[in-house]
């Protein structure tokens, strides 16, 4: 029997149809290979936590700035990293994830565990402490944890809320450990502000907590809103740290560079201020040469990273400067132990690290490193 050509031409599109739907129920079920995840050295890196403020990826760059290996782990779009010299890191995951991930570096920079801090508390810097121990600081809540480093669980809290102000929370910021005491910036925000976003109010301080009671003691600091991490300098027996005052969109010039001797545990004299610097100051060193560096933003909120002398004290010179309207700005630095600066450098345009001479200030590379998403902090793992 011959068949009508259009029931013919119907008959074969469903052939067609049913072995297109069969090839891609295997292709479906196949078991495919997952892409490798970047085969990053267990040390001897730089750690980049990268975001575009949707995402966020850790990543890693060889200190030579010859390779970078990226996107080696998500995390949250807005995390910090706190390398442990046990092999692991913690990345501590803010507003949003309120959490915070061990990371062995060990056994390819998997995850050991993730584990939430309490709801929209904030947490905003971590400090490993001796026995096993990490602290972690909040925003939303005036005490700081006291966790155990293999799980993560709570032990105990220190409790702050005697440094509060008017509205209730103290702000606790960065976190250093270093010889038996944990040192806390309190930043102490009004969040109730008409006039400006989180605006400092009254003092702030830098707490010095005996980590064997807990006992604490307040220095009260010449300048507000300690917003840096606090760097130790071993040459000068010193915390370095910047205090900006109001900061960014609320630009003035009323914030400085100070330097806190551990040995006598005094503020000394800022090493520079905002107003002899003619910047913002976001951060703040002493390289091992004696001089400083900065990052921050002049008056039309670009993005500087520069050096100054603390014999003026003045600005000796800018090494990098990222015009607002190109977009992005420069994260923040981290002085190598090689004697090296790394820049995180969010240009919207050719985003990555770049790395300068500490003494002289000269960038060493030709053109950014890129880590794939912008990188937003950087930890330096021996």
Known sequence: MQMDGAVLMRMRRLVFAAAVLALCLCVACADFERPRKPDAPANGVVLVAGSDFSTGFLSAIDPSGARAYRDILPVFQDSSIHYDAGGASYVLQRLGSDSVMRVDHNAGYLAQYEISLGSKLNPQSIALLPGGLFAVSFFNANHIDIRSRSSGALLSQIHISAYADADGFAEAGDMLYHAGFLYVAIQRLNRGATDALWPPEGTSYLLKIDTTNYTIAATTLSHTNPISRLHYNAARDSIIFAAAGRFAANYQLD????????????????????????????????????????????????????????????????????????????????????????????????????????????????????????????????
């Open 255 to 382: 914030g400085a560079c100070l330097e806190f001797s551990v040995a006598s545990a005094t503020l000394l004299a800022p090493l520079i201020s905002e107003a002899q610097a003619g910047y913002e100051i976001a951060d703040c060193e002493i390289t091992a040469g004696g001089s400083g560096i900065f990052s921050g933003y002049d008056a039309a909120l670009n993005s500087v990273f520069g050096g100054f002398n603390t014999t003026g004290p003045q600005v000796t010179s800018i090494a990098a400067f990222l015009n607002r309207n190109n977009g992005g700005y420069l994260a923040g630095f981290l002085l190598h132990s090689n004697g090296n600066v790394y820049l995180a450098d969010r240009n919207i345009f050719q985003p990555g690290v770049r790395i300068f001479n500490g003494a002289t200030l000269a960038e060493l590379t030709a053109t950014t490193l890129s880590t794939g998403l912008p990188p937003l902090t950087l930890e330096e793992v021996p």
